[in-house]
């Protein structure tokens, strides 16, 4: 079943509530979902310092000093942060030279996330202990994404969980299912594009990746991926300026837009929305099918 969540905030004033609102929405969708959940959240300072690359890491058993110290030599100062299962590490660094010099040094480590602005956290369990451990409701930023999973079709581990961040600063969650996805994945994999796991979103999210590498903006790319995927799916695909939502043909997923002057979000129920400031003044709606709605900051 699965719940999406997402918040493009509009009024600089809500940034430092970024993290709270997002907890909110992220829990009322826990009985989409409760064996896995992730987040991610864009411009926090603590998470993705501003001018550094940062790379969110799971999967490593090295301490965060460690782990800084056997970067040291390729990358000069970095800083690790830990925030419960995930380590955010940070450099002086375009984020796409960090990820290099991680997985050269950890090759088993998975990546689930890169960028200049964004930081993901994902993991197996409730959403809500997982929303606390991770402190999620100090976060702030402009603009955040979630995803409560109820596994169907591969593992429950970290790998499996959503967002999908694969390409630099960018994000998609997924409530659905690809009928198509195994022929994709052999049709990427023979462009060298490399997988993490055989969940059916990751090859959502590397097909969008593929791209917007290739110049196309968010709304070509989704276009695209309508044309291209077969299933019943409601995607949120974001990145460092962008916020992003389509249906496939039948639209039987479920899907509510929401849209003030100060911010706009998305969720799988109108109940995840129901508590932002302002919702009583919100243009409210369920998107039709095909339609890609995109917001730029």
């Known amino acids: 079943m699965c719940g999406i969540v997402g918040l493009h905030l509009r009024d600089p004033q809500l940034y430092p509530r970024l993290g709270e609102l997002l907890t909110g929405m992220l829990c009322e969708m826990s009985d989409r979902g409760s064996d896995s959940a992730g ?13 550094k690359g940062t790379v969110s890491v799971l999967d490593v058993d090295d301490s965060p000093d460690q782990m800084a110290e056997a970067l040291h030599a ?28 991680i997985t050269a040094h950890y090759p088993h480590a998975l990546i689930a996330g890169f960028g200049a602005n964004v930081a993901v956290l994902k993991g197996v369990g409730h959403p809500k202990a ?27 581990i970290p790998a499996g969980a959503h967002p999908y961040a694969v390409g630099p600063d960018q994000c998609l969650v997924h409530n659905g299912s690809f009928a198509n996805h195994a022929t994709i994945r052999r049709d990427l994999r023979a462009r060298s ?12 999210a590397r097909f969008v990746a593929d ?79 095909e339609v890609v709605y995109a917001w730029t900051r």
């Open 130 to 156: 997982l929303t606390e451990a991770w402190g999620l409701a100090h976060a702030q930023g402009w603009q955040g994404v979630g995803h409560t999973r109820m596994a169907t079709e591969s593992a429950v």
């Open 193 to 204: 594009v490399v997988f993490d796991s055989e969940n059916d979103t990751e090859v959502g």
């Open 211 to 289: 791209q917007l590498a290739r110049g196309r903006d968010v709304e070509t790319a989704l276009k695209e991926l309508c044309a291209t995927f077969d299933g019943f799916y409601t995607l949120l695909v974001s990145n460092h300026d962008s916020f992003a939502v389509v249906r496939d043909a039948i639209a039987c997923k479920p899907a509510v837009i929401a849209e003030t002057d100060e911010w706009v979000a998305m969720g799988s129920e109108y109940r995840a929305l129901a508590g932002l400031p302002g919702v009583e003044k919100a243009v409210i709606w369920e998107p039709e099918p």
């Open 74 to 101: 390729a990358l000069g100062e970095v800083s690790v942060h830990r925030v419960d299962e995930t380590l955010l590490v940070s450099a002086d660094v375009a984020a796409e030279t960090l990820h290099a010099a």
């Open 39 to 51: 987040v991610a959240v864009y411009g926090d300072p603590r998470w993705s310092p501003p001018g």
